[in-house]
């Protein structure tokens, strides 16, 4: 069995589940069906922060050390937060749109990640 971070390297994912509770899932959500009610589709990171329940998201022990399983304890957190309300294809992709298809995506060194929390 391969370990996070060998698994991130050759497929560009690890998958947790079970990360958080019932109860935070739901809370997840009301916040976020309260956002979007008035028909957003897009959660800045000024409002992603403004939000209590996800303002913490990022930081929980929990979450952390899902992170540090893949690339260890000696991360950085960037403060680029946002919840959408699915706005491409519902199919699998990478999404990397930021970094229009950089060469250093390739790159087996390029530890840079985005970490997604699926409602």
Known sequence: MSTPLEHYRTE??????DVLSRAEIEAL????????????????????VGIPAFAALPFQERIAQRIAE??????????QYSVSANLHNPQWHRDSQ????DPVLYEPD???AKAAVYL
């Not at 560009?12 to 589940?17: D, N, Q, S």
């Not at 959500?29 to 992603?48: K, N, Q, W």
């Not at 930021?98 to 298809?101: E, F």
């Open 12 to 17: 560009g994912y690890v998958l947790f589940k």
């Open 29 to 48: 959500r009301e916040a976020g069906a309260t956002y979007f009610r008035d028909g957003r589709t897009h959660m800045s990171t000024r409002a992603f």
């Open 70 to 79: 893949v690339f260890g304890r000696d991360y950085v957190t960037l403060s």
């Open 98 to 101: 930021s970094q229009l298809g």
């Open 110 to 112: 390029y530890l840079v």
